[in-house]
């Protein structure tokens, strides 16, 4: 796998840092997180947050997430993009609002020209707390500790910040086999 495929940009290879913006889609709140990771694997926090779009009607709903992420997107500027996969709904009708809600958030993305990377929740909490079936509470923990946060950030958020947390890992592991290979 090559660097652009990794979402590695030329500056991040050469020890610059890359920016990751880790995405929770949901059609009532999404969050969003973004950090720089460097290839030493420091991780630094850049801005977290949640477009709560709830209280909306729900086409105008999937419009503000959209409009909310290019926003973000606009103003932090990230080089890669994470975002959590769906895996589960309550019923039908929340599974297909939750898709299209993730659908808004990918256009974003993919409209801004980021390389986009899907992880399952599974994946994120191994990557961040160690295990896969952590409480949302040892996510949100564990996120401000491994960002040095001051305060615990919203669960939306936390999750986000985690998923980018866990590209930052893929992506590192990828990079360092990458060096080996090419040894």
Not at 29 to 48: C, P
């Amino acid at each position: 796998m090559d660097a652009a495929a990794m979402g590695l940009s030329a500056g991040a290879l050469a020890g610059a840092a890359v920016r990751i913006i880790g995405i929770d889609p949901g059609s009532l709140r999404t969050g969003y997180g973004i950090i720089d990771s460097d290839t030493s694997g420091q991780l630094r926090h850049v801005a977290h947050g949640c477009l709560n779009v709830s209280g909306q009607p729900f086409l105008e709903r999937i419009g503000a997430i959209h409009r909310g992420l290019r926003h973000v997107i606009g103003d932090t500027r990230p080089d890669v993009a994470a975002v959590e996969q769906v895996f589960m709904a309550r019923n039908a009708d929340s599974a297909l609002k939750l898709g299209q809600a993730r659908g808004a958030a990918l256009v974003a993305l993919l409209e801004a020209g980021l390389p986009v990377h899907e992880y399952t929740a599974l994946q994120v909490k191994k990557a961040t707390v160690g295990g896969g079936h952590a409480a949302k509470e040892q996510v949100q923990s564990m996120v401000r500790w491994l960002l040095k946060l001051s305060a615990i950030p919203q669960a939306d958020a936390a999750d986000a910040l985690a998923c980018a947390i866990c590209h930052a890992h893929h992506a590192g592991t990828q990079q360092r086999w990458q060096w080996a290979d090419s040894r």
